[in-house]
């Protein structure tokens, strides 16, 4: 059996990826959003982004914390948080439209920027692991 190494890992790296790529997604579709869905699509999209950043951060804080433990179980927790990351994002999106009273029209708007922002954040997310799990070995 191999001997897993502690991995020392800073949290501004991956939380940086995670806060400023959603960020820029929402500042580059803004434009095309208002245009194609008005006001509403607008305030959806920053629910969506806002939705996302705050569940992968969260999911980050516990990946960093798992790094402590090896590199088998800092993949084996990002891999799971993907799927929790995933499904915070739809709730927090999906409950903070209701609060909001968000007309219905702009439901479409929310889910694709639900997407779009999860997707992003985890590729830039992906690019880090591989570096990080890359130096480790």
């Not at 959003?33 to 996302?52: D, I, K, N, Y």
């Not at 999906?94 to 639900?114: E, K, Q």
Request: charged fraction near 10%; include cysteine.
């Amino acid at each position: 059996m191999e001997s897993e190494s502690t991995l020392c890992v800073r949290l501004s790296q991956p939380l940086a990826r995670t806060l400023a790529i959603p960020l820029l997604a929402g500042l580059a579709g803004a434009y095309p959003t208002w245009r194609w869905a008005g006001g509403a699509g607008l305030q959806a999209e920053m629910v969506a982004v806002a939705s996302v950043m705050i569940a992968a951060t969260v999911a980050m804080l516990f990946v960093v914390q798992q790094a402590r433990h090896g590199r088998g179980r800092l993949a084996i927790s990002f891999v799971m948080s993907g799927v929790v990351k995933a499904l915070a994002s739809v709730v927090l999106a999906g409950a903070t439209w209701r609060c909001l009273d968000l007309p219905n029209h702009s439901l479409y708007a929310l889910a694709i920027w639900v997407c779009v922002c999860y997707f992003a954040v985890m590729i830039a997310l992906c690019q880090w692991m591989v570096k990080l799990l890359r130096q480790a070995s």
